[in-house]
């Protein structure tokens, strides 16, 4: 079936970028992706990245990719002049919580800045109809669970990071309300894991992962000896921190719904959606359900609780349901499975060198 639209994917060579980027292919879309490569790998500064390389392997179809920054305006403004885009969907950030604290201002810089730029040229070449990843971190410390749409955000939202998604929600209010041609949904992930089920594409953090289900399945494979659980004094199940996990693969599903929903023309302005299953688990259990698609120990230790943690956070995702017709497919054991299977095919990630 024809689709034949134009989608513009800024960070697209990125994880969740490059698994919408797949989905987004399969619907026939057109892709154009761009990336700067700050935290994606390519054999060299001006060659296609690898996550990208992999796509066209995997769909048999041609991806345009640029890599290049989505401050610098001359260059983001010859890419729209080059190319008639239809929608964009906005996935380049940084995204270390950890390093917001210690580099703020580049977190700011890179994120809101980044997308100030990006909306700028946006709105000078017509093209107003955007998709952006945002994060139930905007939530800040649940006053309820689960987490819905209504919840205050902004409030309690410690780490730059954290803030840098809460201000650009911000910003694409004001923009939706100062032009009515304007139209932003904001997707508000919860725990994104998994993998393609090819194994041909998945998450490749540089350096030591912050995240629990990378640094699992890199314990799994050999490269860390053991994984440090934060904290087992949580009032939860076991003790262990909960959250919401969903499949990437259901996620990059959810940016396709959200574009389908641009189609409607009664559907204007500001509006967000939050992406997950509306199940939390526990560290512990995440670390069972590894074992088993993994067949493989996952040694651990029980250390103090990580600073800015919270005991649980899941998702009320019946918004999307209703609205976009969405809902997460894929179950904990797909996402161990798929993790595993990129994992241990691709156990130093994208490169072929060993990592650290
Ligand atoms: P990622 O780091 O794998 O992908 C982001 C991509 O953007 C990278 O390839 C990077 O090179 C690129 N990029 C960063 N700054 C850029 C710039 N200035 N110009 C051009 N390219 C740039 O991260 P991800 O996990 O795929 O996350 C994608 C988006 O989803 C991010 O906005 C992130 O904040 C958000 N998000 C991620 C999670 C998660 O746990 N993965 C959760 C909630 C929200
Ligand atoms: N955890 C460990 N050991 C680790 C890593 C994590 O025990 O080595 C625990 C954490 O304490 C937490 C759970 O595993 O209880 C999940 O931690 P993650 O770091 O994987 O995920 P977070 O929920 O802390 O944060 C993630 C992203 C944020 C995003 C948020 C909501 O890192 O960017 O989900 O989308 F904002």
């Known amino acids: ?79 729209f002049k080059t190319h008639k885009i239809d929608y964009v969907i906005h996935f380049a950030a940084l995204k270390s919580v950890g390093e917001s604290c210690a580099k703020p201002l580049q ?34 410390t649940p006053q309820k669970l689960p987490l819905d749409e209504n919840h205050p955000t902004g409030q309690g939202c410690t780490n730059p990071y954290g ?45 030591i992962p912050n995240n629990l289900m990378p640094f699992i399945a890199q314990v799994a494979v050999g490269r860390r000896a053991k994984l440090s659980v934060y904290g087992s004094d949580y009032d939860t199940i076991d003790g262990t921190g909960v959250r919401d996990y969903i499949h990437v693969n259901d996620l990059a599903i959810g940016h396709v719904r959200a574009l389908d929903k641009f189609c409607d023309n009664n559907f204007k302005g500001f509006k967000p959606y939050n992406l997950g299953t509306g199940k939390g688990l526990s560290v512990l259990q995440m ?28 998702a009320d995702a019946s918004l999307a349901l209703k609205e976009l017709n969405w809902s997460a497919t894929k179950d904990v054991n797909a996402m161990c499975k798929d993790t595993w299977n990129w994992q241990s095919k691709n156990p130093n990630g994208y490169q072929t060198k060993t990592a650290n």
Request: charged fraction near 25%.
């Open 287 to 314: 670390v069972e359900a590894f074992k088993k698609a993994s067949g493989k120990d996952i040694p651990y230790e029980i250390v103090d609780r990580r600073p800015g943690d919270i005991a649980s956070c899941y």
């Open 163 to 207: 803030k840098t998604k809460f201000f650009v929600e911000e910003i694409m209010k004001d923009l939706c309300s100062s032009d009515s041609e304007w139209s932003a949904i904001s997707l508000r992930y919860f725990n994104p894991v998994g993998a393609h089920e090819s194994g041909l594409i998945g998450e490749d953090p540089s350096g």
């Open 1 to 79: 079936m024809a689709n034949g639209k134009t989608v513009l994917v800024t960070g697209g060579a990125g994880y969740v970028g490059s698994h919408t980027v797949v989905e987004l292919l399969e619907q026939n879309y057109n892709v154009i992706s761009i990336d700067n490569l700050v935290n994606a790998y390519a054999d060299s500064p001006t060659e296609k990245p690898e996550s990208l390389k992999r796509i066209e392997k995997l769909t048999g179809k041609s991806i345009t990719s640029y890599n290049i920054d989505i401050r610098c305006k001359d260059n983001l403004d010859k890419v």
């Open 107 to 140: 977190y700011y810089q890179n994120n809101i800045s980044g997308s100030c730029v990006l909306f700028e040229v946006m709105s000078e070449n017509n093209v107003k109809k955007l998709v952006f990843s945002s994060s139930a971190t905007v939530y800040g």
